[in-house]
Each structure stands twice: as structure tokens, then as C-alpha cells.
């Protein structure tokens, strides 16, 4: 287990209940800046460990089990969509793949604006911004295939590996796995081993936002 896991943990768990790090240390009853970037180093540089009291008041707070956060140290990028304490469905936005390039469903930030949505009850992830994608298609076949309807957290955390939903600057909306991002580049797996990958450089890139939930 290294330093780096448990801060991760500690921020997806943030993220999975639409909170910042602040936020949930703040609904924990902690002092805000507990989780702060600034507090996971000595002053001597060397890492830190957040304590077992800050943590367990984290998980008294938002009902995620320990086996839950473990899971998320471990390397799961979101909580298992069968959660009890997740199971509260409520009304999200949801368009097509086809059409989330088009203008006037997001605004500048990636987040879902406009009154063309429908709507979808599935289980709440926490992200007040989270929508929904139906997919079309048999593009992302196997992973993911025509009629299936997969959950985009844009507050969820990003790191390789994670399958995320991209949108470039030229209105192409597609949904791969990340590689690598760099300060320079972002990198992009297609699902469907018959369809090519991509290397976008960073500014050809509106957003990136983490698939979190798919129901097939």
C-alpha cells in the first residue's frame, strides 16, 4: 500500500459523492483543509498518511463500508453500482452518443445544459453534473454495445487506465480508454480492437470525464 493509494481512495470517494476533498472533510467534521494537497507532505517533504480517525469519520459520514474504500485503495476507480448506500435513483440527464457533439448540450465547462435532454432514472452516483449515454452503434463493441446506457461523472477523478467519455474541440464526441495524459498529449484505446487509437494533442481537447457506471 503506498501513500499515493489512499489519498487517491480518499479523493474518489470525495468524487463518487459529488464532493471536493474540502467538502468531505468538512461532512466528515473535520477541519476543511484536512485532505488539502499541501497536508499530504511534511513539512520535510516526506509523505503522509491520513489517520485512521479522519478516515473512519469519512465513512461514518457518507456510509461507505470499509470494504468499499478498500477496494478503492486497491485500484477500483468507483464504487460498486450495487451499494446499498448508492442504490437511491434519481433523474439524469441523457442523450445519444450521436448527439453529444452537437452544439448546445454542454456548456464550456462539459457540463450538460440545454432543455433537449431526456431524462433516466438510474442509480445515483453522487455528481450533481453526472448524465447519461446511450450508446449507438457497434464502434465500442465489445466493452460496450449498441442500446447500453453508461453513467459520465465529469467530477470523477481521472487516471490511466480508466474509460473514460472524450470530446474534442471539433465537436467529436467518442467514448475509449485512457493511456496517457501528459502536459502535452492526452492518448486514447478504442474499445473495439477493429477501430484505431488516438493521440490528441492537450489543446485539441475539450474534456475528459470518467464512465462510471454502464448498464448492459
Known amino acids: 500500500m503506498k501513500h499515493e493509494d489512499v489519498w487517491r481512495a480518499l479523493d474518489t470517494l470525495a468524487a463518487e459523492y459529488g464532493m471536493s476533498a474540502s467538502g468531505l472533510a468538512k461532512k466528515s467534521g473535520l477541519d476543511s483543509t484536512t485532505f488539502n494537497v499541501s497536508k499530504r507532505r511534511m513539512p520535510d517533504g516526506r509523505a503522509r498518511w491520513p489517520s485512521t480517525e479522519s478516515i473512519a469519520k469519512v465513512l461514518n459520514a457518507t456510509g461507505a463500508s470499509m470494504e468499499a474504500f478498500t477496494a478503492l485503495v486497491s485500484g477500483a476507480r468507483a464504487l460498486a453500482s450495487n451499494n446499498s448506500s448508492r442504490i437511491v435513483s434519481r433523474r439524469i440527464p441523457l442523450i445519444g452518443m450521436a448527439q453529444a457533439g452537437a452544439e448546445g448540450y454542454f456548456d464550456d465547462g462539459g457540463f450538460p445544459v440545454g432543455g433537449s435532454w431526456d431524462e433516466v432514472g438510474l ?3 453522487g455528481d450533481p453534473n453526472a448524465y447519461a449515454l446511450e450508446i449507438s452503434g457497434n464502434s465500442m463493441e465489445p466493452v460496450y454495445r449498441d442500446g447500453d446506457l453508461v453513467i459520465v461523472s465529469p467530477a470523477s477523478p481521472i487516471r490511466r487506465g480508466d ?32 477501430h484505431p487509437d488516438f493521440s490528441f494533442d492537450l489543446n485539441e481537447i475539450a474534456w475528459l470525464h470518467r464512465i462510471v457506471w454502464v448498464s448492459q
Open 123 to 125: 442509480p445515483d452516483i
Open 163 to 194: 474509460r473514460v467519455v472524450a470530446r474534442t474541440n471539433a465537436g467529436e464526441v467518442m467514448a475509449k480508454q485512457l493511456t496517457r495524459r501528459s502536459a502535452r498529449r492526452v492518448e486514447l484505446k478504442s474499445l473495439n480492437p477493429l
